[in-house]
């Protein structure tokens, strides 16, 4: 299975999204002022990337005969 570069991209700023976003987390619950903010967006966009990453795995994976699609699934 081929990737293009833009599905390694996606992929890259989903987790890059997350990480920064669950330090920012981590670090005001630590201070103990967690509110919702502008880290819960960040998250929430890091997964809908990584979502979207795996939305775009499945569409180059239906360009297989439908034979060989099912015994791969079993």
Same mark, same amino acid.
């Given at each position: 299975?081929? #990737?293009?570069? #833009?599905?390694?991209?996606?992929? *890259?700023? @989903?987790? =890059?999204?997350?990480?920064?976003?669950?330090? *920012?987390?981590?670090?005001? =619950?630590?201070? *103990?002022?967690?509110?919702? @903010? !502008?880290? %819960?967006?960040?998250?929430?966009? *890091?997964?809908?990337?990584?979502?979207?990453?795996?939305?775009? %795995? &499945?569409? &180059?994976?239906? +360009?297989?005969?439908?034979?060989? !699609? &099912?015994?791969?699934? +079993?």
């Amino acid at each position: 299975m081929r #990737f293009s570069k #833009f599905h390694y991209f996606i992929l *890259g700023v @989903g987790i =890059l999204a997350i990480l920064t976003s669950s330090y *920012g987390i981590i670090s005001t =619950l630590v201070a *103990g002022t967690y509110s919702f @903010g !502008e880290y %819960d967006y960040g998250i929430l966009i *890091g997964v809908l990337l990584i979502l979207y990453y795996f939305k775009g %795995d &499945n569409t &180059n994976s239906r +360009k297989s005969p439908p034979g060989e !699609e &099912n015994s791969q699934r +079993k």
